[in-house]
């Protein structure tokens, strides 16, 4: 059984360029949150996709939007990237019938140069 | 959602002894989870317990919560190098559930 894979690892873009990461859930998982982690701080929530549409949404600018496919496989792009971008970004799954355990894949390490 | 805070913020231990790291949070809760994350790696779910639950266990793993001090506290008995590694805590209130938010975790350092 598959967990949470995500993809690239780990990528390096220029500022104002625009990015997107992609993440497939767990099996049998619906929802998909996403979580920006900076270095040394604890990961801070974006957004949580289900039934393909966004249903919370962390303090995050509009730069940051996401999409979740028919497959529950989702999303993040942000669009005019700044150096304070910069992190590793993590996506987790669960099911809808939330049961508190969230499962996380290994993150994308975006670097904004 | 509610943020959970730990603390230490980091620390220090010979392998073999035991770790203890706690968390405070600031309102009612449904349950409290635990998490580690090794370097650079993704978080993964260590235990959860239940706000009608005052300990439980997982292996080496001991947690308690005090709904009236609104604090819990994770016990790694019998630490290893492997242990290595940050946790956070994730306490979940009714409405909220599907939002986890973490505070800056705790950073365990085991020297073997």
């Known amino acids: 059984d598959a967990g949470v894979t995500q993809s690239p690892t780990h990528l390096i873009k220029t500022r104002g360029q625009q990015v997107t990461l992609r993440c497939s859930p767990k099996?049998?998982?619906?929802?998909v949150s996403w979580y920006q982690q900076a270095l040394g701080q604890g990961p801070q929530f974006i957004f949580q996709?289900?039934?393909?549409?966004?249903?919370q949404r962390g303090n995050f600018p509009d730069r940051f939007s996401g999409h979740q496919f028919p497959n529950y496989s989702s999303e993040l792009n942000v669009n005019a990237l700044l150096l304070g971008d910069s992190a590793l970004y993590l996506c987790?799954?669960?099911?809808?019938?939330?049961?508190?355990?969230?499962?996380f894949g290994e993150g994308s390490r975006l670097t904004v140069l | 959602s509610q943020q959970g805070e730990e603390d230490p913020q980091a620390l220090s231990i010979q392998e073999g002894e035991n770790a203890t790291m706690n968390c405070s949070y600031k309102t009612s809760i449904n349950n409290l989870q635990w998490y580690r994350q090794n370097s650079g790696r993704g978080l993964v779910h260590l235990i959860l317990i239940r706000s009608n639950e005052r300990e439980k266990h997982s292996g080496r793993l001991r947690v308690t919560l005090d709904t009236s001090k609104k604090s819990s506290s994770l016990l790694i008995t019998a630490s290893r190098a492997a242990d290595t590694a940050s946790y956070f805590c994730?306490?979940?209130?009714?409405?909220?559930?599907?939002?986890?938010?973490f505070g800056s975790g705790t950073q365990l350092t085991v020297l073997p």
């Open positions: 994730a306490p979940i209130s009714s409405g909220s559930a599907r939002q986890l938010t």
């Open positions: 987790a799954s669960s099911r809808r019938e939330f049961t508190g355990e969230l499962f």
């Open positions: 996709y289900y039934e393909e549409e966004e249903r």
């Open positions: 099996s049998g998982h619906d929802t």
